[in-house]
C-alpha cells in the first residue's frame, strides 16, 4: 500500500458546476457570467450592425443559453 497525501483543491469541478470547498456557488457563477461576457465581446466585434432586433437575436442565440444552462 503507497502512503500518498490528501491533496486539498480550492475548487473541484463535478458534473459541470464549479464546488468550492465551502460549497458556494460564487466561482461557478462568475466562471458562466465571464463566459457570457466573453460571448457579449465576441458578438460586439463581430457585428457592425447595432440594430435592437439584431442585438437580441444574437443575445438569445450566443449569451442566453451559458446563463440558463445551469
Given amino acids: ?3 500518498e497525501d ?3 483543491k480550492e475548487n473541484e469541478k463535478d458534473l459541470g458546476l464549479l464546488m468550492s470547498t465551502s460549497l458556494k456557488f460564487d466561482d461557478h ?3 458562466i457570467a ?3 461576457n ?3 465581446g465576441i458578438i460586439n466585434k463581430a457585428f ?3 440594430k435592437p432586433e439584431s ?3 444574437l443575445y438569445k442565440s450566443f449569451v442566453r443559453p ?3 444552462h445551469n
Fill in 29 to 31: 457563477i462568475n466562471s
Fill in 6 to 8: 490528501i491533496i486539498e
Fill in 38 to 40: 466573453k460571448q457579449l
Fill in 34 to 36: 465571464k463566459k457570457a
Fill in 66 to 68: 451559458h446563463l440558463e
Fill in 48 to 50: 457592425s450592425s447595432r
Fill in 55 to 57: 442585438i437580441l437575436s
Fill in 1 to 3: 500500500m503507497i502512503n
